[in-house]
């Protein structure tokens, strides 16, 4: 197990509600990212957090947005929710910029009806 | 636009066969390509990486080919075992913040 860990395991949302999603990195490490993984796909990158600042976003809406917090948790925020928003959210910690060192954690299922 | 492209999709090998996976990539500014292992319930976890510098990377059963020519490599899985039925996905980064991932590829190791 890595120690990384997330809440909640599982979260059930309509259309249209807002839905926050939480994260704890891995002690000592500093960059939080988050992903996306709808079934049977490979996860994709939404943004990472390093040092409190966002660091990079991938191809995802402003109605996605984050949180990083001076422990280095992380919060995921997702406005409007949408059918296709249903996937499981990933968070992962590294330390610094070294992807060698990143560990994920075991998502939160999102169900958005 | 699939940065990374991945096969095959499902994979079915004896135990004590050996595994292969391919994935090819054309953005030449990767240049770190990870695979991650992904049991039910679980996230990705890290399984073994290669930089670009090198063409072969082994580490216990999991060797990783690179043909940086080519844009492609690969995982070999030697003397698979039922332990190794999994997901496998390949990812290729440049830099550390956007980390692409192929679609996977659900691996059966047969008792």
């Known amino acids: 197990e890595t120690g990384v860990t997330q809440s909640p395991t599982h979260l059930i949302k309509t259309r249209g509600q807002q839905v926050t999603l939480r994260c704890s990195s891995q002690?000592?490490?500093?960059?939080v990212s988050w992903y996306q993984q709808a079934l049977g796909q490979g996860p994709q990158f939404i943004f990472q957090?390093?040092?409190?600042?966002?660091?990079g976003r991938g191809n995802f809406p402003p109605r996605f947005s984050g949180l990083q917090f001076p422990n280095y948790s992380s919060e995921l925020n997702v406005n409007a929710l949408e059918l296709d928003d249903s996937a499981l959210y990933l968070c992962a910690s590294m330390r610094g910029q070294s992807t060698d060192t990143q560990y994920f954690g075991p998502g939160t299922r999102l169900t958005v009806l | 636009q699939q940065q990374v492209k991945q096969s095959p999709q499902s994979l079915i090998v004896q135990k004590g066969g050996i595994s292969i996976i391919n994935c090819a990539y054309e953005?030449?500014?990767?240049?770190?390509f990870p695979w991650y292992q992904q049991f039910p319930g679980k996230g990705p976890a890290l399984l073994i990486a290669?930089?670009?510098?090198?063409s072969e990377k082994k580490e216990g059963r999991f060797t990783i080919s690179f043909n940086k020519s080519a844009k492609q490599f690969s995982l070999h899985i030697m003397d698979s075992q039922p332990g190794d039925s999994a997901t496998y996905f390949c990812?290729?980064?440049?830099?550390?913040?956007?980390?692409?991932f192929g679609t996977g590829t659900r691996l059966t190791v047969i008792p």
């Open positions: 002690s000592g490490h500093n960059t």
């Open positions: 957090y390093y040092r409190e600042e966002e660091n």
């Open positions: 290669i930089r670009p510098d090198v």
């Open positions: 990812a290729a980064e440049a830099g550390a913040n956007n980390l692409f």
């Open positions: 953005n030449t500014a990767f240049d770190y």
